[in-house]
Each structure stands twice: as structure tokens, then as C-alpha cells.
């Protein structure tokens, strides 16, 4: 589904990833790792086809095989916070997608202001689900959350039947949702 080989991503003089080998069968759920800086963000838009024109891309080899799905860190500044969070999914797929992504329908007609981060964060995962993607990248969204809401997402992303790149610095996340881990300088 997804195969990299000898990729550089350069912003003018200064490289900020390399990757000699990376494949992610279909299904497959991959923890990527690293310390802040160390290109899991750039491995992302990489993968998702949205890095910057100012981005120089050397690769023998990029193959990504289907449609990819985003979830960013800020939930907040995902969604439109004047406009209900089922209101913003029927605008691109199916309402019932917070349904499945464990949001209680109680909570479908609310704003994002009136969301826990948590809330917010399945609000978003119902976003980009929306949309049916083959891939789903989750960029660092269970950095902000408490240990319970955490809990929460690691378990709604687990009942998700897509291939997983899973961007964190959450060892114990990465180690409960992902069968494969990679591991940036």
C-alpha cells in the first residue's frame, strides 16, 4: 500500500527526512516515532501528498496506493467552530461516521467549543473517515489529551479497519494500537 525507498526531503540547505525503506502493507497499523524535528510530520505530508512547493523531494521510489485520510493534533483547528460537528461530516460524507468512531449521538448537534478535547479529537477522526479513505494518518492527536481520553481515542482507532500511520511520542499508545513501529533519529 505504501512503499518509500531512499527518499531525502530537503527545505533548501537543510534535509529534515530520510527513509531508505519503508513498506506498510494494506491493514497494517504503524507506529512512527521520533523526537520532535526528527521529520514524522514531513514523513506524513510526505505520504498524504501536501508538502509544501518549498519542499525538495529526492526518491528512487514513492508509491502510496489509495486515498489517505488526515487527523491533526489540533482537533480545534480541524473543525469550524461555527458550525455543528454533524453539520461539517454531512458536508462531506455520512453524519453517522461520529457513531462510529464512539461519539455519542447526544453530543452529534453540539459546536466543537461545547466538546471535551477528546470529544473534539473523535469529532475530527469522524472527519477524515468521512471522506473513506484506504490510509489514515493521526498526527500527534493524543498529545494533548488526558490519560483517559487517550485510552478512549487509542480504542476508537483500534475498531478502525484502515492501514494506520500513527505519528506520536507516546510510547505506550504507540505499543497498544500499532503491530509495527518506526523509529525516526
Same mark, same amino acid.
Given at each position: 500500500?505504501?512503499?518509500?525507498?531512499?527518499?531525502?526531503? %530537503?527545505?533548501?540547505?537543510?534535509?529534515?527526512?530520510?527513509?531508505?525503506?519503508?513498506? =506498510?502493507?494494506?491493514?497494517?497499523?504503524?507506529?512512527?516515532?521520533?523526537?520532535?524535528?526528527?521529520?514524522?510530520?514531513?514523513?506524513?505530508?510526505?505520504?498524504?501528498?501536501?508538502?509544501?512547493?518549498?519542499?525538495?523531494?529526492?526518491?528512487?521510489?514513492?508509491?502510496?496506493?489509495?486515498?489517505?485520510?488526515?487527523?491533526?493534533?489540533?482537533?480545534?483547528?480541524?473543525?469550524?467552530?461555527?458550525?455543528?460537528?454533524?453539520?461539517?461530516?454531512?458536508? =462531506?460524507?455520512?453524519?453517522?461516521?461520529?457513531?462510529?468512531?464512539?461519539?455519542?449521538?447526544?453530543?452529534?448537534?453540539?459546536?466543537?467549543?461545547?466538546?471535551?478535547?477528546?470529544?473534539?479529537?473523535?469529532?475530527?477522526?469522524?472527519?477524515?473517515?468521512?471522506? !473513506?479513505?484506504?490510509?489514515?494518518?493521526?498526527?500527534?492527536?493524543? %498529545?494533548?489529551?488526558?490519560?483517559?481520553?487517550?485510552?478512549?481515542?487509542?480504542?476508537?482507532?483500534? !475498531?478502525?479497519?484502515?492501514?494506520?500511520?500513527?505519528?506520536?511520542?507516546?510510547?505506550?499508545?504507540? !505499543?497498544?494500537?500499532?503491530?509495527?513501529?518506526?523509529?525516526?533519529?
Amino acid at each position: 500500500m505504501i512503499v518509500l525507498d531512499d527518499v531525502a526531503v %530537503s527545505y533548501g540547505a537543510q534535509r529534515v527526512l530520510t527513509v531508505q525503506h519503508l513498506s =506498510i502493507a494494506r491493514g497494517q497499523r504503524v507506529a512512527v516515532m521520533g523526537p520532535s524535528g526528527s521529520g514524522k510530520s514531513t514523513l506524513a505530508a510526505l505520504i498524504g501528498g501536501f508538502l509544501p512547493d518549498t519542499a525538495h523531494v529526492e526518491a528512487t521510489r514513492i508509491h502510496v496506493d489509495g486515498r489517505v485520510g488526515f487527523v491533526s493534533q489540533d482537533a480545534f483547528g480541524a473543525l469550524n467552530p461555527l458550525m455543528r460537528v454533524d453539520k461539517q461530516i454531512a458536508l =462531506i460524507g455520512d453524519p453517522h461516521t461520529l457513531g462510529d468512531v464512539g461519539l455519542d449521538p447526544t453530543l452529534w448537534h453540539r459546536y466543537p467549543l461545547e466538546l471535551s478535547g477528546g470529544q473534539r479529537q473523535r469529532a475530527a477522526i469522524a472527519f477524515a473517515l468521512a471522506t !473513506n479513505p484506504d490510509i489514515l494518518i493521526a498526527d500527534e492527536i493524543t %498529545s494533548a489529551l488526558d490519560p483517559i481520553a487517550i485510552v478512549d481515542i487509542i480504542n476508537c482507532l483500534r !475498531n478502525i479497519d484502515k492501514t494506520l500511520l500513527f505519528l506520536t511520542h507516546h510510547q505506550g499508545a504507540a !505499543n497498544a494500537l500499532c503491530d509495527t513501529h518506526l523509529q525516526l533519529p
